[in-house]
C-alpha cells in the first residue's frame, strides 16, 4: 500500500527550500515565496517537455492516422494551459517588491533564471534555430553537468518544428488526378488581385486621382503571394533566412486552414492554431519575465551576468520557432475568393474514418 506522502515524496519536496538569506544570518521573508516560484517554473517545465516529447513521437512518423492527431490536439491544448498558468505565476512574483527582492539579491550571484537547463532543452526541442539566438554563448554560463544534460536530451533529437514540418510535407488531398491545389490557389489569388486593379483604377477616375501608387502596392502583395508557389523563388526566400519551413509544408498549412471548414480538416487547423499559440505562449513567458525584471532590478545586470531587460526584450522578439506558420494569415484569401474543391476532393474529406488519397 503506497502512501500519499511517499507517492509524491512531499518530504523531499518541502525540504528543498532552503532560504540563502537565512544562511546568512538575515532571513528575507520574501525569499521564500521567490524559491517556491522557481521550483514550480522547473517542475511545470518538466511537464511541459514531457508533453511536447508526446506529441513529437506522434508526429515524427511516415504516416500519422488521423486517430492520433486527436491526442495531439488534446496534449498541445494542455501545454498551452500549463505555459498559460507560468506566465501567469509572475503574478505572484510581483506581489514582491523591488526593495523586498534586494533584500536577498545579492545573496544570489551568479546564479539565475538564465541557467534553467530545462528551459533551454524546450527552446532546443522547440526548434529554436542556434543563429536566431540573441547570445551565441548561452550555455557557458551552466556548469558541466547541466550542459551535458542539455545535450542528451537535445542532441539528434526531432524537434516540434522538424516534426511538424514532416507531418505537413505528407499532408494528402492536395493532388487529386489533374487537380493541384496550389494551382488552383494561385489562380484564384491572380483573379482576387486583378479584380482589385480593376477597382482601384475605376476609383481613382471616379476621383480624379492617380491609381499608380495603389496599383503598385497591390502589385507587391500580388508579387509576395507568387513567391508561395514558385518552387526557385521559394528556395531563394530561404537561402536569406525569410523562409525556413519547406514549400510543401508551407502550401498544406495553407491548404489545411482554407478549408478547415472541411470535416477532415477540423482536428489539423486546431493542430496549427494551437502551435502558433504555443509559440506565442513562450514568448508571453519571457515577455513577463522581461516586465518582472524591469520592477525588480530596472536596467542592472542581472546576476547571472546577462544585460538583464534588454537582453530579454529582444529574447522575446528574437527568439520565436514557428513564424513561418503565424505569417501565413497574410497568404490567405477571403473566403469568397477560395477555388471550389473537386467534387471528389470534397467527398474524401467528409469522411470520417481514415483514408489516403
Do not use: C
Amino acid at each position: 500500500m503506497i502512501r500519499y506522502g511517499d507517492y509524491l515524496k512531499i518530504d523531499q519536496l518541502l525540504r528543498a527550500q532552503e532560504p540563502e538569506s537565512a544562511k546568512h544570518g538575515a532571513e528575507a521573508h520574501e525569499e521564500m515565496l521567490f524559491i517556491i516560484t522557481h521550483q514550480t517554473f522547473e517542475l511545470w517545465f518538466k511537464q511541459v517537455l514531457h508533453e511536447v516529447g508526446s506529441i513529437i513521437g506522434i508526429l515524427d512518423k511516415p504516416y500519422v492516422p488521423e486517430s492520433d492527431m486527436g491526442v495531439v490536439l488534446h496534449r498541445l491544448r494542455r501545454t498551452n494551459v500549463i505555459m498559460e498558468h507560468l506566465a501567469k505565476q509572475f503574478t505572484l512574483m510581483e506581489t514582491m517588491t523591488a526593495g523586498q527582492f534586494m533584500e536577498f539579491r545579492a545573496y544570489l550571484n551568479p546564479a539565475s533564471g538564465f541557467q534553467s537547463a530545462q528551459f533551454r532543452v524546450l527552446e532546443r526541442t522547440m526548434g529554436l534555430q542556434e543563429q536566431r539566438r540573441v547570445l551565441r554563448n548561452y550555455m557557458d554560463s551552466l556548469p558541466p553537468q547541466e550542459r551535458a544534460f542539455v545535450d542528451e536530451h537535445t542532441q539528434g533529437h526531432t524537434t516540434l518544428f522538424g516534426a511538424v514540418e514532416r507531418w505537413l510535407q505528407q499532408m494528402p488531398f492536395m493532388e487529386y488526378g489533374e487537380y493541384a491545389f496550389w494551382q488552383q490557389y494561385r489562380n484564384a489569388v491572380a483573379d482576387m488581385f486583378e479584380r482589385d486593379r480593376r477597382d482601384t483604377r475605376a476609383v481613382a477616375e471616379a476621383d480624379g486621382n492617380d491609381p499608380a501608387a495603389a496599383l503598385e502596392q497591390i502589385n507587391k502583395l500580388e508579387d509576395g503571394f507568387d513567391a508561395m508557389f514558385d518552387a526557385s523563388r521559394y528556395e531563394g526566400l530561404q537561402a536569406q533566412g525569410l523562409r525556413r519551413i519547406s514549400q510543401r509544408a508551407t502550401l498544406a498549412a495553407i491548404f489545411i486552414w482554407t478549408y478547415r471548414h472541411q470535416p477532415l480538416l477540423h482536428t489539423p487547423a486546431a493542430v496549427l492554431d494551437a502551435i502558433v499559440e504555443l509559440d506565442s505562449l513562450v514568448s508571453l513567458w519571457r515577455f513577463r519575465h522581461v516586465t518582472m525584471v524591469s520592477k525588480m532590478i530596472g536596467m542592472r545586470v542581472g546576476t547571472g551576468g546577462s544585460s538583464g531587460f534588454d537582453y530579454l526584450m529582444a529574447t522575446t522578439m528574437r527568439q520565436r520557432v514557428f513564424d513561418d506558420l503565424t505569417s501565413l494569415s497574410s497568404f490567405l484569401i477571403p473566403q469568397a475568393n477560395v477555388p471550389q474543391l473537386p467534387t471528389e476532393v470534397a467527398q474524401r474529406l467528409q469522411f470520417v474514418n481514415e483514408l489516403r488519397s
